[in-house]
């Protein structure tokens, strides 16, 4: 991960702090969030025998969300950065993984559901869902950048005051560049928000880290570079209902020693070429 070391202008940095505390889990990876967690947080948890007893830990994900949870091309597998973080998890703690692929409207209401056991779709943690669910530690921290082609002179979020990018008008990432004085070409999402970047139309884009890095793995960056991170960042975890304390404490000790053997760094770089797991 690059050091946070910009500052950022006053303006900027309280539209960072509301985004992440909107949270950018699930749906198109251009920081909007879709899913709809409006209902009360349940008091019947889960605990850790429970889950032992049962063998196995069940376990909501879309399964096409590229590439967190997607099906591999001619296998037809489920993988992705999210299934192997948590088959790992539930290795450690000695049962199997049973995936529910569930579309991202309605994953939340099924964990209140007791249709599964937790959410592993890249939940960013803030305080709306932290008063209803309970939060493993973060296993994903990822800041918002700002993308520009090389040899750009844009080095800063303050460079886009009179610039032009290209936003989704849904995204989070409109209101910083917006807020930051930009004048805002509407886009659909990512694709087409580089590809305007590429091919000079636009100054810059704002987007997250995690679909940089996962373009650049592809080859779908070239040409283009981070000129800077927010100083604030979003941060994923598995999302359990309210009341799951010793499954939680469980699963954290797992991610802990996963952390420190390298595998949870192992898996990152597999997906985005470097650690994006701290």
């Known amino acids: 991960m690059l050091h946070k070391t910009r500052t950022l202008s006053a303006l900027f940095a309280a539209t960072a702090a509301a985004l992440v505390l909107a949270g950018c889990a699930g749906g198109p990876a251009d920081g909007t969030d879709s899913g709809d967690d409006s209902a009360a947080g349940s008091s019947n948890g889960l605990s850790l025998q429970e889950v032992k007893d049962a063998g196995k830990l069940v376990v909501a994900t879309e399964g096409t969300y590229r ?17 192997e ?15 529910q692929e569930t579309q991202w409207d309605a994953i939340f209401a099924g ?3 007791g249709r599964f056991d937790l959410i592993a779709n890249q939940v960013s943690i803030n ?13 994903t921290i990822s800041p918002g950048v700002l993308i520009v082609p090389e040899g750009s002179a844009i080095a800063s979020f303050d460079d886009l005051a009179g610039k032009t990018t290209a936003q989704s008008l849904t995204s989070n990432w409109y ?7 930009a004048t805002v070409e509407p886009v659909e999402g990512w694709a087409q928000a580089v590809e305007l970047v590429k091919q000079g139309r ?16 592809n080859g779908d960056t070239d040409g283009l570079k981070i000129a800077a991170e927010s100083d604030d ?14 499954l939680v404490d469980a699963i954290n000790a797992a991610l802990d020693e996963l952390r420190a053997d390298g595998t949870l760094a192992e898996i990152s770089d597999k ?3 470097e650690d994006v797991s701290e």
């Not at 091309?73 to 999210?82: E, R, V």
């Not at 960042?233 to 010793?246: C, E, H, I, M, Q």
């Open 111 to 113: 964990l209140e559901a």
């Open 127 to 139: 305080d709306e869902r932290t008063a209803k669910y309970d939060f493993s530690e973060p296993y």
């Open 67 to 83: 590439p967190f949870s997607y099906h591999e091309d001619g296998s037809g597998d489920l993988t992705g950065y999210d299934v």
């Open 233 to 246: 960042v979003s941060t994923n975890a598995f999302a359990l209902r309210k009341g799951s304390d010793d």
């Open 85 to 99: 973080i948590i088959t790992a998890v539930a290795d450690k703690l000695g049962v199997d993984v049973e995936f």
């Open 175 to 181: 209101d910083i560049a917006e807020g930051a004085g």
């Open 271 to 273: 997906y985005f070429g």
């Open 202 to 217: 636009v100054d810059a884009t704002v987007n997250d880290e995690l679909t940089f890095l996962d373009a650049k793995k």
